[in-house]
């Protein structure tokens, strides 16, 4: 069946280095993903959130970049502190429709900060 | 407004034991999800159900497992007659309406079966 799936499953990088984490995914009839952080014994952290009808989305430190055309999502986090020390994932969703409620998650990558 | 609400935090079963895992919604939030994960694995959906209504189960087993979310109540998750590979971590989340852009995740209870 379709799925999520994450090229990297661990990643360090130093303090202050930007961080970015890729995510391939394969259903072409998903219009919505979302990046979510996840702490040891924590659930997981909305992010940051993209439609398919845009590109790029800024947040507070975070960017998200959906190519369509590869079915390829990254989310790049700037100047890295310890605190984000955790696994990320990638979700997908299609909506409208019975699915538009269900999330489809990827394995996740667990990125820690050198510091 | 607190947020979703789950407990135990920890919850250990012997085998053939029964577990029940409660999740209290976000106040205001009518729309309740289950997802299980598996160690280093991502989340997969489980159940969602709305007040006193199962909407969609296709994610759970077909035995052993039911859930609810009954009037007044939180929500709860069962598992008749654990086996070892029920250990996960189960997540339950809550939205104000139908969609996943409203998601809030609980902390989750983790199951070791023993």
């Known amino acids: 069946g379709e799925n999520v799936g994450l090229h990297l499953p661990t990643l360090s990088v130093q303090e202050g280095d930007n961080s970015i984490i890729n995510c391939a995914y394969s259903?072409?009839?998903?219009?919505?993903f979302i990046w979510y952080k996840q702490e040891s014994g924590k659930g997981p952290q909305f992010i940051i959130d993209i439609r398919s009808n845009m590109d790029k989305r800024q947040g507070q430190r975070v960017t998200v970049l959906l190519n369509k055309t590869v079915k390829h999502l990254s989310l790049q986090i700037a100047a890295t502190q310890p605190g984000d020390s955790a696994v990320y994932f990638c979700?997908?969703?299609?909506?409208?429709?019975?699915?538009?409620?269900?999330?489809?998650f990827g394995k996740g990558t667990k990125l820690s900060v050198i510091p | 407004n607190a947020g979703v609400m789950q407990n135990p935090r920890h919850l250990v079963r012997r085998r053939g034991q029964e577990a029940r895992l409660r999740c209290s919604p976000m106040?205001?939030?009518?729309?309740v999800y289950w997802y299980r994960q598996l160690p280093e694995e991502g989340l997969k959906f489980m159940v969602y159900?709305?007040?006193?209504?199962?909407?969609?189960e296709s994610g759970m087993p077909k035995e052993r497992f039911s859930a609810e979310f009954p009037k007044e109540g939180p929500s709860i998750l069962r598992i008749q007659q654990v086996v070892r590979g029920d250990s996960a971590a189960y997540f339950c989340?809550?939205?104000?309406?139908?969609?996943?852009?409203?998601?809030?995740f609980g902390s989750g209870t983790r199951l070791t079966v023993v």
């Open positions: 159900l709305q007040k006193e209504n199962i909407i969609d």
């Open positions: 979700a997908e969703n299609i909506s409208p429709g019975a699915g538009s409620y269900q999330l489809t």
């Open positions: 106040k205001g939030h009518s729309h």
């Open positions: 259903n072409s009839a998903s219009d919505y």
């Open positions: 989340a809550s939205s104000p309406g139908r969609g996943a852009g409203g998601y809030t």
